[in-house]
């Protein structure tokens, strides 16, 4: 838990804030919960994913997907089917983690100017 030494706030190691942290230093994370918290069906195949997220490279999203199925956030489905049919899905624990995700990405609708004066300063201070 985050502690107040000396009228100073100290986030150790283990607190919850920097352990959600955590889950935000893999780039595309919060993305791929994103796309799938409003795939139609609940359900997305790999190259799906990799079709709505621009940029992401497959290695990238084979990581990205490895690593939140191992934190329990989503779950992957492997059909018994020739040629290999894979599909991903968030769990209970995904979603619930995914809703305060939501929050963010919709203050980023809803403040575009903010935004983009954050990225003003950012590459005036670049030089």
């Known amino acids: 838990m985050p502690a107040w030494v000396d009228g100073k706030l100290f986030f150790y190691a283990d607190s919850p804030p920097r352990r959600l942290m955590d889950l935000f230093s893999v780039k595309w994370?919060?993305?791929?919960l994103h796309a799938l918290y409003h795939w139609p069906d609940?359900?997305?195949r790999?190259?799906?994913l990799q079709r709505s997220l621009q940029g992401i490279s497959k290695k990238m999203l084979f990581q990205t997907l490895k690593e939140l199925?191992?934190?329990g956030l989503i779950a992957r489905h492997v059909y018994d089917v020739v040629p290999p049919k894979v599909d991903y899905r968030l769990t209970p624990l995904g979603k619930?983690?995914?809703a305060p995700i939501e929050q963010m990405y919709?203050?980023?609708l809803e403040n575009q100017a903010a935004l983009d004066e954050m990225e003003t300063h950012y590459r005036e201070a670049q030089g």
């Open 69 to 71: 199925e191992q934190r």
């Open 96 to 98: 619930t983690f995914a």
């Open 46 to 48: 790999t190259g799906e």
């Open 29 to 32: 994370s919060t993305m791929v």
């Open 106 to 108: 919709q203050w980023g």
């Open 42 to 44: 609940e359900r997305a």
